[in-house]
Nanobody, 120 residues
Framework: QVQLVESGGGLVQAGGSLRLSCAAS????????MGWYRQAPGKQRELVAR???????DYADSVKGRFTISRDNAKNTVYLQMTSLKPEDTAVYYC??????????????WGQGTPVTVSS
């Protein structure tokens, strides 16, 4: 199967920066799109940013200009550089990846989530 492990979350003051990482491992032949989602307390999970294998990116309007998604295909890893953080960015951030396994099946994999708290 496919496992996603996130790291880099934590507590930061408003205006600060954090960098999230997510590494995929397991029976992986290739990974297509990778992305970051977030879920704040009492709210639905929402897309933050995603990136195709070729590097095309898409961002939520609320993070455009502040967050940057990137990936290292050789390491099956996706990153989210977050700058100018705001209290409303506080949420649990989840990594997502569309993985083609070595057995030929396609999996929509999710990480366990990493919390980000932005204090005002």
């Amino acid at each position: 199967q496919v496992q996603l492990v996130e790291s880099g979350g934590g507590l930061v003051q408003a205006g600060g920066s954090l960098r999230l990482s997510c590494a995929a491992s397991g029976s992986i032949k290739s990974i297509r799109a990778m992305g970051w989602y977030r879920q704040a307390p009492g709210k639905q999970r929402e897309l933050v940013a995603r990136i195709t294998r070729g590097g095309t990116t898409d961002y939520a309007d609320s993070v455009k200009g502040r967050f940057t998604i990137s990936r290292d295909n050789a390491k099956n890893t996706v990153y989210l550089q977050m700058t100018s953080l705001k209290p409303e960015d506080t949420a649990v951030y989840y990594c997502n990846a569309g993985a083609l396994t070595e057995t030929g099946s396609f999996l929509d994999a999710w990480g366990q989530g990493t919390p980000v708290t932005v204090s005002s």
